[in-house]
């Protein structure tokens, strides 16, 4: 298994500022996910870290919006550019290892936008 | 577009009864994975299924992936307030690399 954190676990931000948000695991991964939830709600995947190349973006975000790096194998960033009330929201990141179908995430971030 | 449908969204039990949860798709599963989330925290894997026709039993869950890998059941046995929480399934189709959440059932049980 593996375990993830996350920080911060929460903040308060103001319209038109970023937050950057981290994402750390415990071990060595292949592959890390970027996550959004609205409270109560299922996740939508926002992108994929690659570790040595550029994140890869589902429909609907894009990077100069949500620019992911992943400079090793254990830890990744979120930063969530010019925010709006819009983008309040639970982030979350989880890892996998090669192979194994499983999938750990870590606390998520809550995040709200004034 | 690849949905995951789960159903029922909401359900309220009393403590002691059973209860099922589906989650269906019109495509082809590699594997299928099922979480429990609580509020505040991350999805906390529960069971990966991979095989059709496939059974898993954690505790007084029981979890089956249809033949055509194409859906997915959890029971729940004599439910306790314990099991309350968010569930949800997630699946990887074949080909691709990312998972999929489903819409998500979300469980109370009363004491």
């Known amino acids: 298994s593996a375990v993830i954190s996350q920080k911060p676990s929460r903040d308060i931000c103001q319209r038109g500022t970023s937050l950057t948000i981290q994402c750390q695991v415990d071990s060595q991964v292949t592959m890390m996910f970027w996550y959004r939830q609205q409270p109560g709600q299922s996740l939508t995947l926002i992108a994929t870290?690659?570790?040595?190349?550029?994140?890869?973006?589902e429909s609907g975000f894009v990077i100069d919006k949500f620019p992911i790096s992943r400079p090793n194998l254990t830890f990744s960033t979120l930063t969530v550019s010019n925010m709006s009330p819009e983008d309040s929201s639970i982030y979350l990141c989880s890892a996998e290892t090669g192979g194994t179908d499983t999938q750990y995430f870590g606390p998520g971030t809550r995040l709200t936008v004034l | 577009t690849q949905l995951l449908e789960q159903s029922p969204q909401f359900l309220s039990i009393q403590e002691g009864e059973n209860l099922t949860v589906y989650c269906n798709s019109s495509s082809v599963f590699s594997s299928l994975q099922w979480y429990r989330q609580e509020p505040g925290e991350g999805p906390v894997l529960l069971v990966t299924?991979?095989?059709?026709?496939e059974v898993k039993k954690l505790k007084r869950l029981t979890f089956q992936f249809g033949d055509a890998r194409k859906d997915s059941s959890l029971h729940i046995t004599a439910a306790q307030p314990g099991d309350t929480g968010l569930y949800l399934c997630a699946g990887r189709f074949s080909g691709t690399y990312k998972y999929i959440f489903g819409t998500g059932t979300r469980l109370k049980v009363l004491a």
């Open positions: 870290a690659n570790q040595g190349s550029e994140a890869t973006y």
């Open positions: 299924v991979v095989t059709g026709g």
